[in-house]
């Protein structure tokens, strides 16, 4: 303060140097968010991600969804069940999100991101740090009244959603917004998850003329599934399903299995003089048990590679057992990849030696 002055003297009054005021209201608004919920926080990092060469028909309707929607259906539901690969497709999404578009993402996860209740107030403070304009708003409407950042959803959803991007018209048709949500099944209340689903329906069929798009993947939970079943919702979204049993998805996990396992053969010189390894039968054997299922293909992987064994041909050995006993004693069902990948992970847990 005061930079460059001299020989002069004050006394009383009360100065407030506001060259920190902007950083210190991001850094509260900071405290509201789902701490480490962006697609690039080093609280995920690694992410998931694709397998290079794999997902790619469903990564570009994605991507398409994004550049072409207009007017109608600008919320996608990406569904599909555990361990298919949803997370993996949204990281890649967020990766490639074209030049231009203002977006924020939120990856909800049961491993410390689950407050639902949080989600747009992290919205509004991922699309505070890339826009100027509704850094501004935001920044007015939250000095005015400091609780909205402890309102409930809907109340949050109209100061921070609908006020700058309906009301206010801050944002000609030119610019264009995204909403990212992963895991929303992970959000810790049923009740929020419906929540949301219910103000985003509803937004984007009142003001289908907004410029955000949404984009939500979540598990086909009874309680999901029934929402997007009610007719009055169809006009709001457009379905992606990823399902296990797709000739795309048993291609693209047959594909990872492929480079992958060639990738720990190369690593190792025994395995590097073997002209062919794992036989076809082998690797027959194992794309099968997989069928779709990346979760199933990728534990398999991460347990024949894994260097603290340091023995990818026993390793190989024990996850053929594994496929061949099958379920163990009080699985549901006798099929399936989802069956077997706990068939697997029963197996590698039986080796783990007691302490």
Avoid at 35 to 51: K, L, M, V, Y
Avoid at 199 to 210: A, G, H, R, V
Avoid at 251 to 276: C, F, G, H, W
Wanted: net charge negative.
């Amino acid at each position: 303060m005061f930079n460059g002055s001299h020989h002069f003297t004050l006394e009383g009054g009360t100065f407030i140097d506001n060259s920190t005021t902007a950083d210190n209201f991001m850094e509260k608004l900071l405290q509201h968010t789902i701490i480490g919920a962006e697609f690039d926080s080093s609280d995920r990092d690694p992410p998931p991600r694709c397998h290079p060469g794999t997902r790619l028909a469903i990564l570009q309707r994605c991507l398409e969804f994004i550049i072409q929607c207009h007017n109608e259906g600008k919320l996608r539901w990406v569904v599909g069940p555990a361990g298919v690969g949803k997370s993996a497709v949204m990281q890649i999404v967020a990766e490639k999100v074209p030049d231009g578009v203002i977006f924020a993402s939120v990856f909800l996860s049961v491993n410390g991101r689950q407050d639902g209740a949080k989600t747009i107030v992290t919205v509004a403070y991922q699309f505070a740090v890339k826009c100027e304009p509704y850094h501004h708003f935001i920044r007015h409407e939250i000095t005015k009244d400091p609780s909205l950042v402890r309102k409930t959803l809907s109340v949050q959803f109209q100061k921070f959603i609908i006020e700058p991007f309906v009301n206010r018209r801050l944002f000609d048709p030119s610019h264009q917004f995204l909403v990212l949500i992963d895991g929303l099944d992970e959000c810790d209340n049923p009740r929020i998850q419906q929540e949301l689903l219910g103000l985003i329906s509803n937004f984007c069929i009142s003001y289908p003329t907004s410029p955000i798009a949404w984009i939500v993947a979540s598990r086909p939970e009874p309680h999901i599934t029934s929402f997007f079943a009610d007719v009055n919702i169809a006009p709001a979204y457009t379905k992606e399903e990823m399902v296990i049993d797709s000739e795309e998805a048993y291609e693209d996990v047959q594909r990872y299995l492929r480079n992958e396992l060639k990738s720990i053969q190369l690593a190792y010189p025994t395995l590097q003089r073997k002209r062919q390894w794992p036989s076809e039968h082998e690797f027959t054997q194992i794309a099968t048990a997989a069928a779709g299922l990346f979760a199933y293909a990728s534990t398999v992987i991460r347990y024949i590679g894994d260097p603290y064994y340091g023995d990818p041909a026993s390793q190989l050995e024990e996850v053929l057992a594994a496929i061949a006993a099958g379920p163990m004693d009080g699985a549901l069902g006798t099929n399936g990849p989802l069956v077997q990948l706990d068939a697997l992970y029963k197996r590698i847990l039986s080796k783990i030696p007691d302490k």
